[in-house]
């Protein structure tokens, strides 16, 4: 019984670990994906202003899909 309880805690540990790093792979993922778009606008405009801002943003993004209970 013992031995049972502790595979079964061992299980859940397991899972809840895979899906937290699933979900901040698909963050880092996304961010990227935003990233480059930004950067592509920026090849066509030249605009360092609206550059600077849109990775801010993108930033902002990146760390409230990662840390989505520390709201400010």
Partial sequence: MKYTLIVVLVLIFL???????????NCYEEHDKTRKGYEEIYEDTNDVELYNHSIAAALQQLKECLYPYNKE
């Avoid at 899972?15 to 792979?25: H, L, Y």
């Fill in 15 to 25: 899972i809840g670990f895979t899906m937290a790093d699933s979900r901040e792979a």
